[in-house]
């Protein structure tokens, strides 16, 4: 820096380096010498000796100034520089990653139509099938079965169309909800864009500012400082790594949305899903009982038991309807359908003779009238089976407090195969995994997934003390997907945490609701084929479904 100016000390004036023109002060026309410090103003001579002589003006020659400043600015090139690089290359990132997401939801949109064009060809063949048969059977007797004839091939039309019209509504819900995701992708992806143009257009002016304050020397002493403190304050690097991080997750959440399909209970079902999502409430279903949810007959019929009187009612969550369809004395423990026909419930009896367990599996058909009953081995004084149903249509049965899991064929009663859980016991509900594998409630608080072999293959539980002390658990057919149903006892809330098969907690506390005052125990939550969550308080049934969100 230069010498402080001393009262009386003359100073010679000196060209200006590099300029044609002398810098004067406004007020004695002379030329501009020095800087004042303390008032942060250029001055001239007379003024540094009539009105900054005295202390505490400290005085630096303003050629020395005017070097600093241009310093100052020429170091923040650099990282102007190379914060520009970044940007500009991250805008190239962003555009990339749209487009990858975008391809990805059009293949996914391709998969959803390929495989409904591959039902609709397989409906057509059937159709087609049946009608030829019709035909052969007319020509034989032409004159006494063509009015019949035409009546079933009319019939076999309208069936045709009503199968169509079914799978082209669930292909257009399935394209919907595509779509929605879709358009909350492209949004993101747009907000991102313009957060970093932002930026851009931001360096873009503060590179323009200091290239027109470095043309005057007057400009860039009084304006340097302002220009400076705005660097500081708009270029942080915070922003850019904002917009990163933002993108990446937005990467990993779309390359999580998948088309899952299969059949459950013997119907076909395909929609979005793999990511986590937000859960909303859409409906809530009063039951005129003291409710005890036991398992899905259909995608929107649930079984409830009434725990004070044991009669057995489905509600359709879509009518809202409740039906009572087993009058009391049984007590049921679970059920699943088989196919379109066939319902198997476990059951809780005290009636049991011998060493069998008589009446604890039966067979219902859908008006649920019993079509017999499936007797197993008896083993303990524990006298409740649970059941479930595997891909292949055989159920699953187990007897509490036994390690011992049976494979049925309801066929024909027989016991196919017989799995044993390694030093374990069966301590609630058994869920079917679509791999074949079996999640089976092993204590209070824990969930053990086991082969066909028996062989462990996951133990779920949660880290939290006590947090699933009261816990049931239901599992997505299509996904493998576990939602376990908690009753939070600090806060009296009921709640239900989403877990992988591999034990992995993906969510806690999805949704949440208040207990009913009629009931004192927890109610597993169900999961339609469909995708939706339903679950009871004992007073009713709330439905939710899953959107996606960014």
Not at 10 to 22: I, N
Not at 210 to 215: A, D, G, M, S, V
Request: negative net charge.
């Amino acid at each position: 820096m230069a010498s402080i100016f001393r009262k009386g000390k003359q100073v010679e004036l000196r060209p200006r380096k590099g300029h044609d023109m002398k810098w004067s002060c406004d007020k004695h026309g002379e030329p501009i010498k020095f800087y004042c410090k303390k008032h942060k103003i250029p001055i001239c001579h007379p003024c540094a000796t009539k009105d900054h002589s005295q202390k505490p003006c400290e005085l630096d020659d303003i050629e020395d100034v005017i070097f600093e400043r241009k310093r100052q600015l020429d170091e923040k090139r650099p990282k102007i520089q190379e914060l520009r690089k970044q940007v500009e290359a991250l805008a190239t990132k962003i555009k990339t990653a749209s487009t990858s997401g975008n391809t990805h939801l059009r293949t996914m949109n391709n998969n959803i139509q390929a495989s409904y064009y591959d039902k609709f060809e397989s409906v057509e063949e059937k159709e087609n099938r049946m009608i030829r048969v019709i035909n052969e059977e007319a020509d034989e007797e032409i004159r006494l079965v063509n009015e019949k004839r035409e009546k079933r091939i009319k019939d076999c039309n309208t069936e045709r169309e009503n199968e169509r019209q079914i799978i082209k509504d669930k292909e257009t819900k399935l394209l919907s909800d595509s779509k929605k995701i879709s358009e909350v992708v492209s949004k993101k992806f747009k907000d991102l864009t313009i957060k970093n143009q932002h930026l851009i257009n931001t360096i873009k002016n503060i590179e323009s500012t200091i290239t027109r304050i470095n043309q005057h020397d007057e400009t860039l002493v009084n304006e340097a400082p302002q220009v400076l403190a705005s660097i500081d304050e708009n270029l942080s690097f915070k922003v850019h790594q904002d917009v990163s991080e933002c993108l990446d997750r937005i990467q990993g959440e779309v390359e999580r949305v998948k088309f899952v399909e299969g059949e459950v209970g013997g119907e076909y079902y395909g929609r979005t899903d793999g990511y986590i999502g937000k859960w909303k409430l859409v409906k809530s279903i009063y039951i005129p009982l003291v409710g005890g949810v036991r398992g899905l007959v259909s995608d929107d019929e649930i079984c409830v038991h009434d725990v004070g009187n044991k009669d057995t009612y489905v509600a359709n969550i879509n009518t809202q309807h409740t039906k009572n369809v087993i009058d009391g004395g049984e007590w049921i423990t679970s059920c699943a359908p088989i196919d379109s026909n066939l319902i198997v419930c476990g059951k809780e009896r005290w009636d049991r003779t011998g060493d069998r367990l008589d009446r604890f599996i039966t067979l219902y058909d859908r008006q649920w009238k019993v079509i017999r009953d499936i007797n197993i081995p008896r083993k303990g004084d524990e006298y409740n089976v649970y059941v479930d149903v595997d891909r292949d249509g055989m159920i699953i049965a187990a007897q509490y407090d036994q390690s011992t899991i049976y494979v049925i064929n309801p066929a024909n009663d027989n016991i196919v195969n017989t799995i044993t859980v390694q030093g374990k016991e069966v301590s609630g509900e058994i869920q079917v995994l679509s791999s074949g594998d079996i999640v089976v409630k092993t204590d209070y608080d824990e969930y053990t997934v086991i082969s066909r072999s028996g062989e462990e293959k996951a133990v779920i539980h949660c880290n939290e003390h006590d947090e699933w002390r009261d816990s049931d658990c239901h599992v997505d057919k299509l996904t493998d997907t576990l939602y376990i149903a908690i009753w939070d006892r600090a806060r009296k809330i009921y709640a239900v945490d989403q877990v992988s098969r591999d034990g992995i907690i993906q969510a806690r506390r999805i949704v949440e609701y208040m207990k009913s005052d009629r009931s004192d125990y927890v109610n597993p939550c169900l999961v339609t084929p469909s995708g939706n969550l339903i679950v009871c308080d004992g007073d009713k049934l709330h439905l939710y479904k899953k959107t996606f969100i960014l």
